[in-house]
């Protein structure tokens, strides 16, 4: 039988029209046809992502939104590990009480920095620290305002809020209990970052504008100002290098209005290194690599930038959404050289997981 169909296969010929056939039907291929890139499509929230988090081991994501529930993400497969909401527990004597979870849309959602516990603030103020493992809540805080960014400390004491008040607030993680704030904000800052060491704390709000203070328990002063408020390029994202000596920013930016949205400064002395125009749209996540040497932005495209500023290469990563809106955006570089990156849109996000090697 073999024989007979592979001289049928020899007395094949391939005409000009069936050729032109062939190019269009490969030209027509997904441009993510590629080993190297996996994709997810993650549904499950009924309602408007609003927020968005990877863990640093590429193992978790976790979303939240206004459907008032978070959702944490097993990226291995794309599937839903737990969800984070009310639920019923049994005390020592016998008694069952109900954890209630957030009534109000969730704005912010983070991992620390080993995965194990997980923020989610919402809009009322209410913050809630989760177990990774368990999805039961460890401690719950009332903060004074909506809770627009949350962040853990490298070292995992201590967690930062930002509020529509012009200041960042401080918890002990181990307790709950009130550890501090920042003063000296001008606006809101909707975007947190720690050093690595856990000295510094960065700001940036959405006028542009970007602060350093030094973080020591209970205190923490102004330690410089590395740009000024510039109304057209809202803050997205911060990210310190492994070593502390420098920090990157990714900016957003209204219409015919992008300017340079990537910016890199020297963390010692606040000088600018270098300032371009990453993405023309705007950029909506920013990452260093584990060795510091290079960094991945996130706009319309996955780039990769050497620390010197130059572009080393870029990513298109298509998705289907017809949408204006680009929703929320996240990029991190994991340790094994893989970048994760994903995108909301509306009440799903798309996940790329790209062997950058």
Wanted: aromatic share 10%; with cysteine.
């Amino acid at each position: 039988m073999y024989q007979v169909l592979w001289e049928k296969f020899e007395s094949f010929t391939l005409t000009p029209f069936l050729a032109i056939i062939c190019m269009v039907m490969f030209l027509s291929l997904p441009q993510n046809a590629d080993a190297a890139i996996q994709e997810y499509n993650l549904s499950g929230h009924t309602a408007l992502i609003r927020s968005i988090d990877i863990s640093s081991d590429g193992r978790y994501l976790v979303s939240g939104g206004e459907d008032r529930i978070a959702k944490v993400w097993d990226l291995s497969n794309g599937s839903i590990f737990r969800d984070l909401t009310s639920y019923t527990e049994i005390d020592n004597k016998q008694r069952t009480h109900t954890i209630q979870g957030h009534k109000k849309e969730i704005l912010s959602t983070a991992f620390s920095q080993d995965s194990k516990l997980i923020v989610t603030g919402d809009y009322d103020g209410h913050i809630k620290i989760w177990s990774t493992d368990t999805g039961k809540i460890t401690f719950s805080i009332d903060s004074s305002s909506g809770c627009f960014a949350e962040k853990f400390s490298y070292d995992g004491k201590y967690l930062a809020d930002a509020g529509v008040f012009d200041n960042i607030t401080f918890w002990d993680t181990n307790k709950g209990d009130y550890n501090g704030r920042t003063s000296g904000i001008t606006k809101m800052p909707f975007q947190i970052a720690f050093s690595n060491d856990n000295k510094l704390v960065a700001a940036g709000n959405d006028f542009g504008k970007v602060q350093l203070w030094t973080n020591k328990d209970g205190d923490r002063h102004e330690l410089r100002t590395l740009s000024q408020n510039n109304k057209w390029n809202y803050v997205n994202e911060l990210a310190f290098s492994p070593d502390n000596k420098w920090i990157v920013a990714g900016s957003g930016n209204y219409p015919d209005k992008a300017g340079n949205n990537l910016k890199l400064w020297e963390v010692d002395t606040g000088r600018l290194v270098w300032s371009v125009v990453g993405d023309s749209d705007g950029i909506g996540s920013v990452s260093f690599s584990p060795d510091g040497k290079t960094i991945a932005t996130f706009g319309q495209s996955l780039k990769i930038w050497d620390i010197s500023g130059n572009l080393l290469k870029e990513i298109p990563l298509k998705s289907t959404s017809t949408s204006k809106y680009r929703g929320i955006q996240k990029v991190r570089i994991i340790n094994d050289g893989k970048i994760i990156a994903c995108r909301s849109d509306g009440n799903n996000i798309k996940v790329w997981v790209i062997n950058a090697e």
